[in-house]
T-cell receptor
Framework: DGGITQSPKYLFRKEGQNVTLSCEQNLNHDAMYWYRQDPGQGLRLIYYSQIVNDFQKGDIAEGYSVSREKKESFPLTVTSAQKNPTAFYLC????????????FGPGTRLLVL | GQNIDQPTEMTATEGAIVQINCTYQTSGFNGLFWYQQHAGEAPTFLSYNVLDGLEEKGRFSSFLSRSKGYSYLLLKELQMKDSASYLCAVRDSNDYKLSFGAGTTVTVRA
């Protein structure tokens, strides 16, 4: 089955720790995205990648980093500089940038210990 | 940028109809999307409107008026499984990014 997978489902972060959230897709999509979802707010774009080996900052990139070394993978690192990391993180992909519907992975819930 | 408004909560009875409104203000419009999201799960795509009018998909329909900056999602013959959050999202024609409303939580009661 084609789709988007995210792991882990739950992740706990200690103060001062960097953590990495995994996102993999086997849909052969060029574009991938990371969003953050907080209660009572809409999804906010953290980073996006239009094509492999390229990525751009979204609206709330501070305290986060990404890489796009392979077409199917777009990991997100939440660094210690992100002071309020507790949220539900959603990865999405689309067949191409701007022209198609975005499809979402199951999400990772990040909690701070 | 975009400013997207939708009601926070709505409650309806099983078998009834519910209409979720979404209004937006945008510097450039390139389509409006509706997603369904059950608690703790991924949003799933429901509909896409780029031209004015009504798009129907089974029990769900979506309407768009670009001149009014307005859309609605109509859910007919409500079922208990329709209890979820419904997200309105607008794509910007300048950068093709999606901006999301905060979502409308629909509760279906027996």
């Amino acid at each position: 089955d084609g789709g988007i997978t995210q792991s882990p489902k739950y992740l706990f972060r200690k103060e001062g720790q960097n953590v990495t959230l995994s996102c993999e897709q086997n849909l052969n999509h060029d574009a991938m995205y990371w969003y953050r979802q907080d209660p009572g707010q809409g999804l906010r774009l953290i980073y996006y990648s239009q094509i492999v080996n390229d990525f751009q900052k979204g609206d709330i990139a501070e305290g986060y980093s990404v890489s796009r070394e392979k077409k199917e993978s777009f990991p997100l690192t939440v660094t210690s500089a992100q002071k309020n990391p507790t949220a539900f993180y959603l990865c999405a992909s689309s067949s191409e940038w701007g022209g198609e519907t975005q499809y979402f992975g199951p999400g990772t819930r990040l909690l701070v210990l | 940028g975009q400013n997207i408004d939708q009601p926070t909560e709505m409650t309806a009875t099983e078998g009834a109809i519910v209409q979720i409104n979404c209004t937006y203000q945008t510097s450039g419009f390139n389509g409006l999307f509706w997603y369904q999201q059950h608690a703790g799960e991924a949003p799933t795509f429901l509909s896409y409107n780029v031209l004015d009018g009504l798009e129907e998909k089974g029990r769900f329909s979506s309407f768009l008026s670009r001149s009014k900056g307005y859309s609605y999602l109509l859910l007919k013959e409500l079922q208990m499984k329709d209890s979820a959050s419904y997200l309105c999202a607008v794509r910007d024609s300048n950068d093709y990014k999606l901006s999301f409303g905060a979502g409308t939580t629909v509760t279906v009661r027996a």
